[in-house]
């Protein structure tokens, strides 16, 4: 069963703007799913629809195999979305002893959760005085405090030191190792990058590519290959590259340096053809098909600004 399925999800907030267009994507049980998207893509909008915080304007969606109010109303989802906000006056353990309250937790359960995201030290010092990666860590403890099936994350990262990023990468592969299925979004891609098993790449409202985190890479792989050149002599180099067969794409990098597209066997003796042509170079490299590299080439043809309603 999916944990998550949606098919033509849809929020509009006026005539003119379409917050969420025509959604269609399916979450596996188990799994970490990422979705990707600049600020306003309609993340958090889309989040807010599956949680029952916001209403579809069309569409439908699915969790564990409920749909409508009775997937709204289900106990095994835990999330955090956006800022978390709790009693300032209270300190962080009271604050979830207040939730587990509500959703059957224990007091051991709320030290558990303390522990689990790094704040035990600190469970009796006032909201008020935590910090914003404090604060967020919070709002991920209260997620995962009613032990739920499915854990709905917005940049569970915001605000994170080095550290405390490194703890939540762990927090979250921790949870799918567990069994618990994962959805989360982020515009910080080397971190979703370490974690995720899927993805959903999201542009103005509407899914650009969704796919497994693999296949996404095959696919690029299948394209051909990106390499990076630089020296000291573009004036000699651009008009070489453009006349090499099966070379496409070459754009120039604010550093000086030129990213072109090529085949492999192209690639492999660049730097062969360049000598015999007598270009020097300072650099030639093959690049690794990151995940942000994949985001920012299947993005380029997205065009207009995001409106702010849309995450």
């Known amino acids: 069963m999916a944990a998550i399925t949606t098919d033509g999800l849809t929020k509009r907030f006026s005539s003119t703007t379409t917050a969420v267009d025509h959604v269609n994507i399916t979450v596996a049980e188990g799994e970490v799913y990422g979705l990707l998207g600049r600020n306003g893509a309609g993340k958090s909008t889309l989040m807010g629809m599956l949680l029952g915080l916001l209403e579809p304007t069309s569409g439908s969606f699915q969790i564990f195999g409920r749909s409508g109010s009775r997937a709204r109303a289900a106990s095994d989802v835990g999330a955090l979305i956006e800022s978390p906000a709790f009693y300032p006056f209270l300190s962080a353990q009271r604050n979830l002893e207040v939730i587990a309250r509500y959703c059957g937790a224990s007091a051991r359960d709320v030290r558990r959760v303390l522990e689990r995201v790094g704040l035990d030290d600190v469970a009796g010092r006032r909201f008020s005085r935590f910090s914003l990666g404090m604060k967020q860590r919070l709002g991920v403890a209260a997620a995962i405090l009613g032990d739920p099936a499915l854990v709905v994350l917005d940049e569970p990262t915001n605000g994170l030191d ?125 690049e690794t098909a990151t995940l942000e590299a994949l985001f920012l080439e299947l993005t380029a043809q997205q065009t207009g600004d995001p409106d702010d309603h849309n995450d």
Do not use: K, W, Y
């Open 162 to 286: 080095p550290q405390a990023i490194a703890q939540m990468r762990e927090l979250i592969r921790s949870l799918r190792s567990e069994g618990r299925t994962v959805l989360l979004s982020s515009h910080i891609l080397a971190e979703v990058e370490q974690v995720v098993d899927s993805v959903a790449i999201i542009a103005n409202g509407a899914v650009v590519i969704e796919s497994s985190l693999p296949n996404l890479r095959a696919r690029h792989a299948s394209d051909g290959v990106t390499v990076v050149v630089r020296t000291d002599d573009n004036a000699a180099l651009l008009p070489a590259l453009e006349a090499l067969p099966g070379v496409s794409e070459i754009r120039s990098l604010p550093d000086g340096g030129i990213r072109l597209r090529t085949d492999d066997e192209t690639a492999r003796g660049l730097a062969r053809e360049l000598t015999r042509r007598s270009i020097g170079f300072t650099e030639l490299t093959v």
